[in-house]
């Protein structure tokens, strides 16, 4: 038999609901753009995607020097090791030409060193890019934190953001995947975690909140919404629908940076495409 109100999917008396598999990422970006998920975690194999963003390799390299920092013996840690890690982890994807390149890396080296700078070399965080799982009544959801800090008895997921402007507290609080980490957190390593915060590495700015039981329930309605949206788009798919019309895309400004571009000729006719060092700060004009 088949109960409307489970999304369309089909149910024997006393069974229990097919969970849906998720991350933070695969909600957002069904969020975003249905296409966009389905190319990313339908589709197999998964279409071909577009040139790398000189943006995300900042990012990238900034991100594997802030856990590997934590490797090395505690009177290396350094400001300057974090330099060396950042020019042995940095790659040349995405920028316009080698001095763009070179630019970018002694930039990120300056701003991981003025960043560590203020870290207690002996203060171990209790883990770094540590996948956590949970479930809800829809979804089993699992992901990867930058860092989860011991602070008292408490735990605090703490999120590095190495973009072009500082996060804010309201960022925080609404960001969707830090309120599901909290959840998985909590079931995962079985301690109190209410705390979130946003490490804007460039500026050395600290965004937070403290979540409570209400913002964290009205997160996980949220996200279990897109779940449910995601499961009859799944079902029609099944069913025979045709795989643009169960996942449509839903094209805009950002079609000019996505991933999946090259596969998506709404995307394609929606917008030029954007140039992989364009979301550099004071680079887009170049």
């Not at 970018?104 to 002996?122: C, H």
């Not at 050395?204 to 996980?220: D, I």
Request: a negative charge; hydrophobic letters at 35%; proline letters at 8%.
């Amino acid at each position: 038999m088949r109960n409307p109100s489970d999304g369309g999917e089909a149910l024997l008396p006393g069974m229990p609901r097919r969970l849906l598999r998720a991350s933070p990422k695969s909600l957002a970006d069904f969020s975003d753009c249905p296409r966009r998920y389905r190319f990313a975690n339908v589709d197999r194999p998964v279409p071909p995607r577009g040139p790398r963003f000189a943006h995300h390799t900042v990012g990238t390299a900034m991100h594997q020097v802030l856990s590997s920092w934590w490797d090395l013996p505690v009177e290396r840690r350094t400001p300057g090791a974090a330099r060396q890690l950042l020019y042995a982890a940095w790659s040349p994807a995405g920028f316009r030409d080698d001095e763009q390149s070179d630019r970018w890396q002694g930039l990120a080296a300056g701003w991981l060193a003025d960043y560590l700078a203020d870290v207690d070399p002996t203060d171990e965080p209790r883990s770094r890019e540590r996948t956590v799982s949970t479930t809800t009544e829809r979804m089993t959801l699992s992901g990867r934190v930058d860092r989860i800090d011991e602070r008292g008895d408490e735990l605090v997921v703490v999120d590095y953001k190495t973009g072009r402007t500082p996060s804010t507290d309201d960022e925080a609080r609404g960001s969707q995947a830090l309120a599901l980490y909290v959840l998985a957190v909590r079931r995962t390593m079985r301690r109190p975690c209410t705390r979130v915060e946003l490490h804007h590495v460039p500026s050395g700015t600290v965004a937070s909140f403290e979540h409570t039981e209400r913002s964290l329930a009205n997160h996980v309605r949220r996200a279990e919404d897109i779940a449910i949206d995601i499961q009859a788009a799944t079902q029609a798919l099944d069913g025979g629908q045709d795989r643009d019309a169960a996942f449509p895309a839903v094209p805009g400004v950002q079609c000019g940076w996505c991933d999946f571009r090259p596969s998506c000729p709404t995307g394609q006719a929606a917008v030029p495409a954007r140039e992989p060092w364009a979301f550099l700060a004071d680079e887009s004009a170049g």
